[in-house]
């Protein structure tokens, strides 16, 4: 008897922690996506816009060589090779402009490497 009731509490725990599952990846894949395309010495595009606290997957791919993406109002960054997308998930909570630019050297130009988040109200 003792195990019909283990088994059927199992089952229900299995359920939810997969309905919860299925959620969190609804969640993201109902997030929009913007792609970015980072190359010597430009991000395209170099502007992007977002809504204030909605959560976005900016979509990072290198073309040409390593590149670095830093948010630093954000705190993130991340390392972009080429031939592997990376997806960084951003909320910017505040309106206004958030610089993004490139970390990792690249050659000359390297410093002009940069963008922009219009983080609208
Ligand atoms: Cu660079």
Known sequence: MKIKYL??????????????????AANEADMPVLHIQASRFVFTPSQISVKTGQTVLLEIEALDRQHGFS??????????????????????????????????FCGSGHEQMAGEIVVES
């Open 7 to 24: 088994i059927a509490t199992l089952f229900i725990l299995t359920a939810i922690a997969s309905n919860t599952y299925a959620a969190t």
């Open 71 to 104: 948010i630093p109002e954000l705190g993130v960054r991340v390392d972009v090779i080429p031939g592997q997308k990376v997806v960084l998930k951003i909320t910017p909570t505040k309106s206004g402009r958030l610089v993004f630019y490139c970390d990792i």
